[in-house]
């Protein structure tokens, strides 16, 4: 493979109202290895800006997404916040190795993401067109030790890395630039502002403030994130109250049918607590109800001859693949509680967390009960790895990850405790992914940070409003808002 800083840049093309051109870099896999002949991986970012700025010295905007795992979205077009951001900056974006979202929700919110283009560039490793890691190119890893020690390089503090390595090279005069976090991407920011903060001329972060404290901080964002999921499930069975019988009778059927559930399309199981999942896109977003609400819509299969068995309709089974996206974004359930990992292990701190509140979320408990069946929130499982296709082949390195201890730290709050680069956070308060409450904890923490707590908008409200979000962000930077 070609040596480390080898970039190729292809020429300008048009999508409506914007202009575009692709960058590919060539860098370490470790960066902490000085072997020049060391793994190295791709790393693939677009460059976005106005129609006839090209040339233009703008100020750079990178643009960071949710995820983890994640690609960033494809511009087909200006609008939303990419519109906003083109007003004045060059836009990264970043195919990325991101956590956040399962925005599954995260499809979702990624194409609120692509909005932000305007003068960003676009990379995250592992993903999309850098390097990524799919089912099929992880299986040439002939042992799960062999991949988990590969995938031990796709966190945060390495897509800081890249980024660094990128903008040193891309940047004119190696200036500092703006960067932009958008759920992960925010977790992402907050590293880079413990470890590069001298490449940042300022950091907007929407619905992206993580915990950051010693160890693994997964069990405390867990338990804070229940109890916003089983407020979540009451507005949405409030809004949909015949949804409860219908759900009820989907678990009652996948529990009846031989082997606890049904064959989904791609070959895996649907069942009982599988439908429980849908809640990981359908409950956080703000047009999240409604969409899962037209998905039942279509559950049952028509009955066109008499006496024919009640069945789920493909459409249904379908769509709920399509939902978790797991098929084609592996790295997101792989790699999704190390993001909360620092020299400690997660030890499926989701599965057991949820054991705590099992009398809740036992979908048979809560039918014989005659109580609504609640679904879960942005949680990976281990029984996933079994019941998913896709997923089965990497159920081995799922575990191993799962009882890492050694992962490098991920933030440094005394470095943040002196940041001098100018923040503005977006916080949610009704954010069902990035718990309000444990945001509260971690913003005393970073110096001279400025907040907007809304609950106008959910963890959705970049795509929602990114306009009004970026303005508003922006606008907190620039002394147009009043500090009190």
């Known amino acids: 493979m070609a040596a480390a800083g080898e970039r190729v840049t292809s020429g300008w093309f048009s999508v409506p109202d914007l202009r575009l051109r692709n960058h590919r870099f060539t860098v370490p896999l470790d960066y902490t290895l000085s072997d020049p002949a060391s793994q190295k991986i791709s790393i693939f970012v677009r460059e976005v800006v106005g129609v006839g700025k090209e040339e233009l010295d703008l100020p750079f905007l990178l643009y960071l997404q949710g995820g983890p795992g994640f690609e960033c979205m494809r511009p087909a077009e200006a609008g939303g916040w990419i519109s906003k951001a083109c007003e004045e900056y060059r836009v990264v974006l970043l195919d990325q190795a991101c956590f956040e979202a399962p925005l599954h929700f995260w499809c979702v919110c990624l194409i609120q993401f692509v909005l932000f283009l305007a003068k960003m560039f676009k990379f995250q490793r592992g993903t999309g067109l850098s390097t990524p890691l799919t089912t099929s190119s992880m299986s040439q890893f002939k042992s799960a030790e062999k991949l988990v020690d590969y995938l031990k390089h796709f966190r945060a503090d390495n897509i800081v890395r890249d980024a660094e390595f990128v903008r040193r090279r891309l940047v004119p005069d190696s200036r500092p630039w703006t960067v932009m976090g958008q759920s992960y991407g925010g977790f992402c920011a907050v590293t880079y502002l413990s470890f590069a903060p001298q490449g940042l001329k300022q950091v907007l972060l929407t619905g992206g403030v993580p915990p950051i404290g010693s160890g693994c901080t ?267």
């Open 218 to 484: 997964a069990d405390a964002v867990y338990r804070a994130c229940f109890d916003q999921i089983v407020k979540q499930n009451e507005k949405y069975y409030q809004r949909f109250p015949e949804d409860i019988h219908i759900v009820q009778e989907i678990v009652k059927y996948l529990a009846e049918s031989e082997g606890g559930g049904v064959p989904l399309p791609s070959g895996g199981i649907l069942t009982p607590r599988g439908l429980q999942l849908l809640g990981l896109a359908g409950l956080g977003s703000s047009t999240g109800f409604e969409r899962l609400h037209y998905m039942f819509e279509r559950v049952w299969d028509p009955l066109l001859v008499p006496g024919a068995p009640k069945r789920i309709s493909y459409v249904f089974l379908n769509a709920y693949e399509k939902w978790l996206d797991f098929d084609s974004n592996p790295l997101y359930a792989l790699m999704h509680e190390s993001i909360y990992c620092q020299g400690a292990s997660s030890s499926w701190s989701a599965h057991r967390i949820r054991a705590e509140n099992e009398s809740q979320f036992d979908a048979m408990k809560a039918i014989k009960e005659g109580r609504p069946v609640l679904f879960t929130g942005e949680m990976i499982f281990p029984w996933i790895f079994d019941e998913m296709h896709a997923l089965k082949p990497l159920k081995e390195a799922a575990h191993l990850l799962a009882e890492k201890k050694d992962w490098p730290p991920l933030y440094d709050v005394a470095t943040l405790k002196n940041n001098k680069v100018p923040v503005a956070a977006a916080v949610y308060y009704e954010d069902m992914y990035v718990n309000f409450k444990l945001v509260m904890e971690t913003t005393p923490l970073i110096a001279g940070i400025r907040l907007w707590i809304t609950n106008e908008y959910m963890h959705s409200g970049l795509r929602d409003g990114g306009s009004h979000v970026m303005d508003h962000l922006l606008g907190l930077l620039k002394g147009k808002k009043p500090l009190f």
